[in-house]
C-alpha cells in the first residue's frame, strides 16, 4: 500500500530542507517511491503553495495555504509537518481532528504543555504519530545499539559525549526565532536532544536523576540574510555551553555530556565513548549534527588476560579500536536520517526500531524541561 502524504511547510525551493528530507526519497529515482507518494502540500500562503506545487509536479487544487484545508483532503493518509517549531501545535490539530496519521519533526511542539496536548488528542482519535528524531535510525547507532545488546562491551560503566561546533555562531535570518526563549527551537532542545536520544536508544536506558550546567559563553548573536549580509549584533537569549551528567537506568552507569559553541578556530567534532567491563565503542564525526551527519563507529574488546598486570606495568598489547563495518542499508544516509525512518515506518517497525512517537517525544520534552530546571536552580532533576 502507498502511504499518500501531505507536506506542511513545503516550499518550492529544491535546496530547502523539506525538499530534501521529505521528498526526495519519494522521487521517481528515489528508494521509496513503491511506499509513498506527495499527493498535496501546504504553505502560509496561495501564491507560495501554488508555485510550490508547480515545482514538486502537483495540480494546483492540491496546493492549500490552511492546515485545514490539506488535513481533510481525501488524497491525504499522513499530514507531514515540516515547519518552525512554533508552529507545530497550530499546523498538527487539524489534522488530528481528521483523523489523519502525523508526522511531526522534533521539537514536537514549543512547550512540554503542547506535546501533552496533542498527544492526549492522538490517542483519542486513534490515530498513527510520529516524531523526527530519526538520529536513532542512523546505521552506526543501529549497529551500535545492536552490539551493546547482544552483551560484548559487559556491563557498561561510563558513557561520555563531547561535541564541539563551530558552524553556529550566526544563524540565518529565517532562524531567528532561535533567539525567543519562548519558540520552543533551541540549542537544549534541537542540536542537544538529537544526540542525546539516539545515545540513550544505544544503551536502551534513560537517566534516573541528572545535573546540568548551562551558560552563555558568547553574548550576542547576528543574523546572515540569505545574500550573505549579517545583522548587527544583538543579545543571545540561549545558553551555547551545555554540560549534561546523570546516572543511567537500568545499569548504572555515568553518562557525561557536553556540547558547546565555539569559535571557527576549534574544528567542529563529536565523540562518543561507551566504556563496558569486556569491551567499549566510541563514535567519531566532524558534525555534531549526527542526525544528518553519521559518524564512524568503532570497537575494542579487553584481549585475554587483561587486567592481570600491576597497577604500573606496561600496557602494551592491550585493547586497540577497530572500526565497525556498519550496513549503510537503501537510504545511505543521505536525506538526513528521515528517509530510514520513513522506511521503518513503512515496514511497520517499532520503538524498539527507533520509531519516536508522540508518547515517547513528550518524554523528551519533560527531559528538556528538567535539564532546564536543574540548569537554572542547581538542582538534581527527574523527568521518569
Not at 483532503?73 to 496519521?101: C, E, G, N, R, W
Not at 544526540?195 to 559563553?217: K, P, Y
Not at 563514535?283 to 604500573?312: D, I, S, W
Amino acid at each position: 500500500m502507498v502511504v499518500r502524504l501531505g507536506i506542511i511547510g513545503l516550499s518550492a525551493d529544491q535546496g530547502a530542507w523539506a525538499t530534501m528530507a521529505h521528498v526526495s526519497p519519494f522521487k521517481p529515482d528515489g528508494p521509496l517511491t513503491d511506499q509513498y507518494k506527495l499527493t498535496a502540500l501546504a504553505t502560509s500562503n496561495p501564491d507560495s503553495a501554488k508555485a510550490a506545487a508547480k515545482a514538486h509536479g502537483l495540480p494546483p487544487e492540491k496546493a492549500y495555504s490552511k492546515p485545514e484545508d490539506i488535513a481533510h483532503d481525501p488524497d491525504v493518509d499522513m499530514v507531514v509537518v515540516s515547519v518552525k517549531v512554533p508552529l507545530h501545535k497550530q499546523m498538527t490539530v487539524p489534522a488530528l481532528y481528521a483523523k489523519k496519521d502525523v508526522f511531526i519533526e522534533w521539537p514536537m511542539g514549543a512547550s512540554l504543555a503542547e506535546a501533552e496536548e496533542m498527544n492526549s488528542l492522538a490517542k483519542k482519535q486513534g490515530v498513527k504519530n510520529y516524531v523526527g528524531l530519526q538520529a536513532r535510525m542512523q546505521a552506526p547507532f543501529v549497529k551500535a545499539r545492536e552490539i551493546v545488546a547482544s552483551g560484548a562491551l559487559g556491563r557498561v560503566t561510563s558513557t561520555t559525549v563531547l561535541g564541539i561546533d563551530s558552524a553556529l555562531m550566526d544563524f540565518p535570518e529565517k532562524a531567528r526565532y532561535i533567539n525567543d526563549p519562548n519558540s520552543g527551537a533551541s540549542i537544549l532542545s534541537i542540536p542537544v536532544m538529537h544526540t542525546l536520544d539516539a545515545v540513550l536508544h544505544v544503551l536502551a536506558s534513560e537517566l534516573s536523576s541528572l545535573s546540568a550546567t548551562a551558560i552563555t559563553t558568547y553574548p550576542t548573536i547576528s543574523f546572515l540574510s540569505p545574500t550573505g549580509d549579517k545583522s548587527a549584533p544583538e543579545p543571545k537569549r540561549f545558553a551555547d555551553n551545555i554540560a549534561i551528567s546523570g546516572t543511567l537506568t537500568p545499569g548504572g552507569g555515568v553518562l557525561s555530556f557536553q556540547y558547546l559553541i565555539t569559535a571557527p578556530a576549534t574544528p567542529s567534532t563529536f565523540h562518543l565513548t561507551i566504556c563496558g567491563e569486556k569491551g567499549a565503542l566510541k563514535m567519531e564525526g566532524t558534525n555534531f549534527a549526527v542526525q544528518m551527519v553519521p559518524p564512524k563507529l568503532y570497537q575494542a574488546t579487553a584481549p585475554e588476560g587483561a587486567g592481570q598486570k600491576g597497577v604500573y606495568e606496561s600496557r602494551e598489547g592491550g585493547a586497540e579500536w577497530e572500526e565497525v563495518e556498519v550496513p549503510k542499508g537503501r537510504m545511505h544516509g543521505h536525506f538526513g536520517g528521515v528517509a530510514e525512518l520513513y522506511e521503518a515506518i513503512a515496514m511497520g517497525k517499532g520503538k524498539e526500531d527507533g520509531i519516536v512517537d508522540f508518547e515517547e517525544a513528550v518524554k523528551r520534552h519533560r527531559m528538556v524541561e528538567a535539564i532546564a530546571r536543574s540548569a537554572r536552580d542547581g538542582s538534581r532533576e527527574s523527568y521518569l
